[in-house]
């Protein structure tokens, strides 16, 4: 997930013209071509690095889809609505792969379905994974967790319905897309720290074992 930010801050570095994150969608840094977009909001887009970025996309989506497959028991209770969670969350993976292979300038309909599985499936899956997460993982983790997918679905809806609340359209965008991002680095750091800590509680076991 860190490439992700990293490269995007390496393509809109890149842009002539500023590139800002309330104006221009996270879209617009995968565009092919240079040229004026009128809609939804009209802005100049140009991005030297849309190759890398549209990579960035790709990469994305498979470790999404590859987390919701192999991340098991230690997060996720048993259950059919867990299935569903994790199925959601994959979805939002395979709308990050269908968003890079589809620059929204070369084909937009299959550019705006990956933002659909993303922006919907994968919210919808986080609100869903807030009660399906294992007991072990901290309240505030499950219940933030579905807050956080609450908080995307409505600012899709008001991205959709083109009311930013002062955000502008990027903004806007991007409230509704980072919360699943941040989600899978809460996730994904927590599952470091938990695996550090066995591996360290491990060796004094290991050299008491030896002694004996």
């Known amino acids: 997930?860190?490439?992700?930010?990293?490269?995007?801050?390496?393509?809109?570095?890149?842009?002539?013209?500023?590139?800002?994150?309330?104006v221009n969608n996270i879209s617009d840094l995968g565009n092919a071509r240079c040229a004026l977009?009128?809609?939804?909001?009209p802005r100049y887009i140009c991005s030297p690095e849309h190759g890398l970025m549209n990579v960035s996309?790709?990469?994305l989506g498979v470790l999404f889809v590859v987390g919701a497959a192999l991340i098991g028991g230690?997060?996720?209770?048993?259950?059919?609505?867990?299935?569903?969670?994790?199925?959601?969350?994959a979805g939002a993976g395979v709308g990050f792969v269908l968003a890079g292979l589809a620059p929204a300038d070369v084909n937009e309909n299959q550019h705006v379905l990956g933002a659909l599985f993303i922006m919907a499936a994968g919210n919808i899956g986080l609100v869903v994974a807030?009660?399906?997460?294992?007991?072990?993982?901290?309240?505030t983790l499950r219940w933030g967790t579905s807050l956080l997918g609450v908080t995307a679905l409505t600012a899709f809806g008001l991205f959709l319905s083109h009311h930013y609340l002062g955000l502008g359209?990027?903004?806007?965008?991007?409230?509704?897309?980072?919360?699943?991002l941040f989600w899978a680095l809460a996730v994904g750091v927590r599952g470091l720290i938990q695996r550090t800590g066995r591996m360290?509680?491990?060796?004094?076991?290991?050299?008491?074992?030896r002694a004996g």
């Open 57 to 59: 996309f790709v990469a």
């Open 200 to 209: 360290q509680e491990a060796v004094p076991a290991e050299r008491l074992s």
């Open 130 to 139: 807030g009660f399906c997460l294992a007991e072990q993982v901290p309240t």
């Open 169 to 180: 359209m990027g903004g806007m965008e991007r409230v509704a897309a980072l919360p699943l």
């Open 74 to 89: 230690v997060l996720w209770r048993s259950g059919r609505a867990t299935a569903v969670a994790r199925l959601l969350l």
């Open 1 to 22: 997930m860190v490439q992700f930010f990293v490269i995007h801050g390496i393509a809109e570095s890149a842009w002539a013209r500023p590139y800002s994150w309330a």
């Open 37 to 41: 977009q009128p809609d939804p909001e």
